[in-house]
Each structure stands twice: as C-alpha cells, then as structure tokens.
C-alpha cells in the first residue's frame, strides 16, 4: 500500500498492463499482508463503515480488506487504453469479481481466463483435482478497449496447405454447410466426378445461394476432394486471415506454461538454500508474455504489485529482447527476503546471462537479455503521525506529492529545487515555496507568498496555485492576481 501510494504521483494514469498474483487465501499460505488488517486507518474503517463486529475478523475478512485498497489504488495506475489481469483460484474469484467490479464498474469487466495450469491430475486429491486458475479481466474503459492480436505460431500456419498448387498459395478447407435458416441454402449439388448430393446435411443449410456457389466454383474456390466426388469445402487460403489470432478465454499449458515449468525457470536461474525456500507458486514467463502481448504495446509500462519472484519483469526484459522494443516496469514486493533475494537476483541473472541449472547437475549457458532495473526501498513517509512534513523531506519529493494532490495527474517533467513551478494541468500551474528554493531559506521569508515573491514567479495565462508556509497578500490581491494560495502543510492531502 504504502509503495503504491508513494509511485501515484508519478505512474498515475501511465500504466497500460497490470498484471498481479495476489495470495489465493486457501489457508495453508502464510501470506505476509494480515498486517495491513490492524492499521489505525483500516481498523477505523471498519469500525465506521463495517461495523463492531467486523473487528474480530476471520482470514476471508482479511483478504478483502488487503485487497480492496489495492486494487482501488491500482486503478488510478491505469491508462484510458489499460487493463487489470489479476489470477485467482476457485477460492476467492467470487468475491474478487465482486470487489472489481465495485472499484472498476460491472461495463468494465471483459473476461474471465481459464488458465490450464498443471499437466497432470493430483492423485491426493480429496474430490476433484484442480486443472486451473483463473485470471481475471477488467479495463479502465472496457467499451473501447481492444485486446492485441495474438501472434500465429508455426503450427498453426502448417494446418494450410496446397496439394492442388494454387497459385493463391496455401489454404484450409471449410464445411459449406451452417445451422442457421438460409431460404437460398436448399439445392442438390453435381460434383464434377459425377456424384449428385441432394442438399446440405439433415438440420442444416449451405451458407452461400447456388449462384453465389457457382461463382466461387468458377474462382477455384471451391475442393471437390481428389476424385472430384467428396462434398464440396470452401478454399480459406492463408493470406486472407488476419495477421494474428483473437484471443479466447481457454489457456492451454502447451500455449503458455504451467506450475512444473514455472518452478523449473526459477530454480534454473536463481540460488536457492534448499526445496523449502523455492518460492513456493512463481508463474512461467510465456503466461506472463501472452498478457503483455494481448494488453501492452512495444513502449509501455507494465507493473505488478505482487511481484513475487520477478517473472514479470523478466518477461518484459526477455520480450524487450525478442523484438526490440522498450518496454519498462514497475514491479513491488512486500517481502524483502523475497524481493532480495529471489527476484533482484533473477533479474540480474536474466539481464547479464547466468547458467541454467538442470536436473542431474547439467547446465548450460543463457545469453543475457540485456536490459536493467533500478532497485528502491521506501523511505520515511513525508508526513509524521499527526499530519508534519518531516525534516528529511526533500523539494523534489514534496513536489510530486502536491501537483499530483492538486491535479490528480503525475509531475509532468522532473522536478528541480530550483524553481517553484511544479507544472501545469487543466488550466492551472502549480507553485510550491519550500526549503527556500527561492534562495532565502529565512522561516519568514522564501516560504512566505509576498508581493516581492509573487513578482518571481513564472508567469502563466490561467489559475496560479501556491503552497507555501504563509501568505501576507490580502484576498482581493490574491483574485486580482488569479492565485489561490494553500498553506502546507495543512492543506496538502496527506495519506
């Protein structure tokens, strides 16, 4: 939570792919967000809006209430163009799909993907054994999002073929006949080995008239089979499909990985003391590719706040890889051991080249991606407990905070202590006096709004708003001027 309010300022409305693996909940997790549960400022919520009784809460109540926030600060990531992929299990995808559709609105929900996600079924399976997850789908404005075409695969261009070399080039043959009525789809059929066909198979209907089928004919559309007696099939040549696939909701492991290869990637690359510290449900890289593939775009920001292991991020590096694109991301890990230890590491490794590690102590050697992250740790909160900029605040900092505070939008340009103008947004810049960055660090007087620092200011042809510690210009000054002044910091949204 606090990571993803310290990156609003600057990522708010810039991410175009979110994709997150929060904890499933099942019970035999020990997930590390209960914490954020007993916060002041949920623990008040609850008591406000909830009521008394929710505070004795049970580890369901628990996963909502970590999840909600989250999810609520993840939207204001989103672009206009951007979407939300979220995985779950049978466990919590009900009251997920509550929750997202609360925070994003039911018009925004876009589909629910089956992902397969083992290979083989679980003998010790009490009743049945679990096949897949889900992945859920929703976009910032789903009415005119559109997903990316998937890329077509070897395989799939090898079902066309030619074997009446065409010179149109390889195709696919198609059935003629559709259950829908067709008034014009009743006739008998000569075949030109000499077969009659009655008419379109029992309950059916050709899905062309007899002229519109007597043209294709002519246009050597149509395959009558070897002997020129098999029912007739619609010639679908390659080079008429679409460039790419539109994607359906079922995932098959062979399309996009699953568990057994996901633990494989992680163990191959990354140091590990022994089994019990694996980390314990990574997700594979070529599931994460296919979900940047369909949502991102060869320069955009993906971000995963449950980052995990960094298959994320090592899928952004290694698509960035394939085709040259400049692709970044955020990533965000509650666990520092895990962060550390378990996906710095694999990020380093995948981005300088490392030797994979393979059962029977054989390795080999993996060209590095290319590619690089920079690694943060919070800091201190801007604010103290009862609402005091710290001491340790830099200008910069503070910065970010209020133009994003003021605008809802991030600081359009790096900030520099060497002015007061933040930027402008919406018909209005923003001005910020602190630390005396007008190079009068006296309390009383680089801070301050006076007529002689007003002088100072850049101009702009709209709304001025300035924070600053006081104000000694009058309210009929201030309107004359078209400032609105705030003072911090008191009237700075603290959160």
């Keep these: 939570m606090l990571a993803l309010k310290a990156l609003l300022p600057y990522y708010a409305g810039k991410v175009k792919c979110i994709y997150i693996d929060p904890p499933y909940n099942t019970g035999n997790e020990g997930w590390v967000y209960n914490d954020a549960v007993n916060s002041p400022e949920i623990r008040r919520w609850l008591g406000q809006v909830v009521g008394p009784e929710a505070q004795d809460l049970s580890r369901h109540d628990k996963w909502l209430c970590m999840m909600y926030p989250r999810l609520a600060l993840l939207r204001e990531f989103l672009s206009d163009d951007g979407a939300l992929f979220v995985s779950i299990d049978d466990n919590e995808i ?6 997202l559709d609360e925070i994003f609105g039911k018009a925004n929900f876009v589909a629910t993907i089956i992902w397969q996600k083992v290979y083989s079924p679980k003998n010790s399976a009490k009743h049945f054994s679990e096949d897949h997850d889900y992945i859920a789908v929703y976009a910032r404005n789903a009415p005119t999002w559109r997903p990316n075409l998937l890329s077509r695969s070897e395989r799939q261009d090898k079902a066309y073929r030619n074997p009446d070399r065409d010179p149109r080039g390889p195709w696919k043959p198609s059935g003629l006949d559709a259950r829908n009525p067709y008034s014009k789809g009743i006739y008998p059929i000569t075949c030109p080995g000499g077969r009659t066909i009655d008419g379109p198979p029992g309950g059916s209907y050709w899905r062309f008239s007899f002229e519109k089928f007597k043209e294709l004919d002519r246009d050597g559309r149509i395959w009558w089979g ?38 494989q990637e992680l163990i191959g690359i990354c140091d590990f003391d022994g089994p019990a510290d694996v980390f314990i449900s ?9 979900i940047i593939e369909l949502a991102g775009s060869e320069t955009c920001l993906v971000m995963d706040s449950f980052a995990g292991s960094g298959t994320t991020g090592h899928s952004v590096l290694g698509l960035n890889n394939r085709d040259g694109g400049r692709r970044k991301f955020v990533l965000i890990e509650i666990d520092e051991r895990v962060a550390e230890t378990v996906a710095r590491q694999r990020l380093s490794r995948a981005i300088d080249g490392y030797a994979e590690k393979r059962p029977g102590g054989v390795s080999r ?9 920079r690694y943060c740790t919070l800091g201190e ?19 970010a905070h209020v133009f994003f505070t003021e605008t809802g939008a991030p600081v359009p340009q790096p900030v ?3 002015s007061p103008f933040l930027g402008a947004y919406g018909g209005k810049a923003v001005y910020l006096l602190f630390n005396g960055v007008l190079g009068d660090r006296r309390p009383a007087s680089g801070n301050v709004l006076t007529g002689d620092v007003l002088r100072q200011l850049p101009a702009f042809d709209g709304v001025r708003v300035v924070y600053g510690e006081g104000c000694r210009l009058g309210a009929d000054r201030l309107r004359q001027e078209g400032v609105v002044f705030r003072q911090i910091p008191y009237e700075i949204k603290v959160s």
């Design 416 to 418: 520099e202590a060497s």
């Design 381 to 399: 909160p801007l604010f103290d407990e009862v609402g005091n900029i710290r001491k340790t605040v830099t200008f910069p900092e503070l910065a």
């Design 226 to 263: 070897k002997d020129g007696n098999a029912t007739p099939q619609l010639k679908r040549f390659l080079t008429a499909v679409k460039k790419g696939l539109v994607p359906q909701t079922l995932w098959r492991y062979e399309d996009v990985g699953h568990t057994q290869e996901a633990k």
């Design 282 to 290: 990574p997700k594979p890289t070529r599931l994460l590719n296919r």
């Design 365 to 373: 050697e993996v060209d590095g991606l290319g590619g690089g992250f």
């Design 94 to 99: 009900g009251c997920l799909r509550l929750l």
